[in-house]
């Protein structure tokens, strides 16, 4: 049964969120050992200096519990283009809309600070079907598919969506 929005709580990450969000990273039964390893450097690093020229990271709030991290920045030599790096949600809270809450925060950042497009890079192993599903369902397409990029036969899919403006 998904939760209500009100009760899940999206901020920005704290220094003294980093343990909890590791251990969600580290839980994580999709990511391989050398991707926890990169959404670890990603996360200290949103810590050290967090802006959209690097990393912005933003946390799910459950009642005191993290229960989720996203993390997003633009991309270097591009205008109003950004990339979705990690999204992570604990296993015992998923499909009760925490990873919507938490995409939809960042679209508003993203689009407040005059994002044109997401982008989204991820896998086509099975692991991470249920990661393409939902970002299908939040209205991402499929534009690229690189044969063989992350290892035989695990082709790196392109997301992309296009950011709404307010009052455009």
Not at 83 to 88: G, K, T
Not at 91 to 105: F, P, Y
Request: net charge positive; hydrophobic share 40%.
């Amino acid at each position: 049964m998904p939760l209500l929005d009100t009760q899940i709580v999206i901020r920005s990450l704290k220094r003294n969120d980093l343990i909890a969000v590791q251990e969600l990273i580290l839980a994580t039964e999709t990511f391989r050992p050398d991707e926890k390893h990169v959404a670890e450097q990603v996360l200290r690093e949103s810590l050290i200096n967090p802006s959209p020229e690097g990393y912005i990271s933003l946390v799910a709030d459950l009642k005191g519990k993290l229960v989720g991290w996203i993390s997003f920045g633009t991309i270097p030599c591009t205008v109003g283009s950004w990339d979705l790096y990690w999204i992570v949600v604990s296993r015992a809270h998923r499909k009760k809309s925490i990873g919507t809450s938490l995409l939809n925060e960042a679209e508003r950042i993203m689009a407040r600070e005059r994002g044109r497009m997401i982008l989204i890079e991820t896998s086509s192993t099975p692991a991470y079907l249920p990661a393409r599903s939902f970002y299908e369902r939040m209205g991402y397409r499929q534009i690229a598919r690189l044969p063989n990029c992350y290892a035989p036969g695990d082709d790196k899919i392109i997301y992309m969506k296009e950011i709404q403006r307010e009052g455009e």
